[in-house]
Nanobody, 124 residues
Framework: QVQLVESGGGLVQAGGSLRLSCAAS????????MGWFRQAPGKEREFVAA????????YYADSVKGRFTISRDNAKNTVYLQMNSLKPEDTAVYYC?????????????????WGQGTQVTVSS
């Protein structure tokens, strides 16, 4: 398992931006696909974005496509989620996750680690 710690959450007005970071330790970071999920109150955890081990391929949920950007810096063992044009419906706890592959990560199969989550609140 890889240990993951998220940071960068907070309160922002609609239309604003936040950048989440997820620092990894404990296992070789560059070998994993990385992703972000979110869970709003009373709702199930949902996939937001994922990136393959090299950073060359990215995937997004339709609800965030064009507004969010996932990236990674393997030298710093960190994955990022840049969130622009935020909407109140983006309010949730955001979780970083590591998986063996992007398809497995999206389906939450053979997960290699989860972060503790960071709260993002978007006010209208």
């Amino acid at each position: 398992q890889v240990q993951l710690v998220e940071s960068g959450g907070g309160l922002v007005q609609a239309g604003g931006s936040l950048r989440l970071s997820c620092a990894a330790s404990g296992r070789p970071f560059s070998g994993y696909a990385m992703g972000w999920f979110r869970q709003a109150p009373g709702k199930e955890r949902e996939f937001v974005a994922a990136i393959n081990w090299s950073g060359g391929t990215t995937y997004y949920a339709d609800s965030v496509k064009g507004r969010f950007t996932i990236s990674r810096d393997n030298a710093k063992n960190t994955v990022y989620l840049q969130m622009n044009s935020l909407k109140p419906e983006d309010t949730a706890v955001y979780y970083c996750a590591a998986g063996a592959t992007v398809p497995a990560l999206k389906l939450r199969i053979d997960m290699k680690g989860w972060g503790q989550g960071t709260q993002v609140t978007v006010s209208s």
